[in-house]
């Protein structure tokens, strides 16, 4: 798959660069959702840093790891472990800790590790630069559309962030399970970062393709919303987590989201005069609670929202 091959973002500052960077981000969006990019801005001091303080983390011992166990619902904060093997059907096998960093309002420190003693400051240097690469790729998404720089952005209204650290350890039956099974995201955008091999993304024929482990590169994969946002024109995209049997995989995902209560709907730019929207308006909280409800699974659920979907029919 092309165009998982590293997008070098640094092109962006250089006039004779640009407009190739960004027909290859434009290109990516369209065909599967996927990309990867290098010189992104993000320091790799920081990003050093922040994969030892989450090896730290899974390193202690597993009764100092539940201090900070949250509830096991979606959204939920804190440490969770699900270790699950399942011929029939493959489910989860990893621990994590999700953590709330914007708004303020729902950052809740009692579930950040406090061991290492860096943990908090650096999570919280991490996600502001991550958040600020975020918004510069949705100006350059909103622009290859056609869209002011700053459409994307405000149609997601609030900024919403978190981040989950994920340990996928070493699975005697890896046949029998996944790190995490199929799936879209349902937010924004995310940004990940891995440390090892084990992400694969949809490809053609009900085929998966593994996103290399690129050095330094961060994985960015459109989510849900981005594709009412756009139409249909830009889609998210399923992938999921494999695990296996002889060494310990970490990866470490950002996620932007929308607020509960913003109203997500397609540009009006981008629907047809006489097609009309391929989706209906919704308030994001509609799509957690569909989320929830678990009636659709993958990609089912953003085509759950398309207008005369046969889903809801």
């Known amino acids: ?17 640009a407009s190739s960077v960004r027909a290859q981000i434009a290109e990516a969006c369209e065909k599967n959702g996927f990309f990867q990019v290098i010189n992104h801005g993000v ?3 920081l ?20 201090v900070y166990a949250g509830k096991p619902v979606i959204g ?27 708004p303020l ?18 999570v919280e240097k991490y996600t502001l630069a991550v958040l600020d690469l975020a918004h510069r790729l949705l100006a350059v998404i909103s622009e290859n559309l056609g869209l002011k720089p700053t459409y994307l952005k405000e149609a997601l209204g609030e900024t919403h962030q978190n981040i989950v650290f994920q340990c996928y350890p070493p699975c005697l039956e890896p046949g029998k399970t996944l ?28 085929t998966w393709e593994l996103v290399p482990n690129h050095p330094n590169a961060f994985v960015v994969n459109l989510a849900d919303q981005i594709e009412i946002i756009t139409n ?7 992938h999921r987590a494999i695990v296996n049997s002889d060494r310990t995989r970490r990866s470490y995902v950002t996620f932007y989201h929308p607020a509960k209560d913003q109203k997500i709907f397609p540009a009006p730019e981008l629907v047809d ?6 989706y209906r308006e919704l308030f994001y909280i509609e799509y957690l609670q569909a989320l929830a409800a678990g009636r659709f699974g993958g990609k089912r659920l953003v085509q759950s929202f398309a207008i005369n979907n046969p889903l809801v029919s």
Do not use: C
């Open 1 to 17: 798959m092309a165009t998982l091959n590293p997008i070098d973002l640094s092109g962006l500052n250089d006039e004779r660069l």
């Open 43 to 45: 320091p790799v001091e």
């Open 47 to 66: 990003t050093d840093r922040l994969k030892e303080v989450g090896q730290m983390f899974f390193d202690l011992p597993k009764d100092e790891k539940l």
């Open 76 to 102: 939920a904060e804190g440490y969770g472990s699900r270790m699950v093997l399942d011929e029939a059907e493959p489910k989860f096998w990893r621990e994590f800790v999700e953590l709330h960093t914007l």
């Open 105 to 122: 309002s729902e950052r809740h420190y009692n579930y950040w590790p406090q061991q290492p003693a860096e943990f908090r400051e650096t």
């Open 179 to 206: 790190g995490l099974p199929e799936h879209s995201d349902v937010g924004g955008i995310t940004i990940l970062m891995q440390e090892g091999d084990g992400l694969q993304v949809a490809a053609a024929n009900n």
């Open 232 to 238: 249909g024109r830009y889609k998210s995209a399923n």
């Open 273 to 278: 005069a006489k097609a009309g929207p391929m």
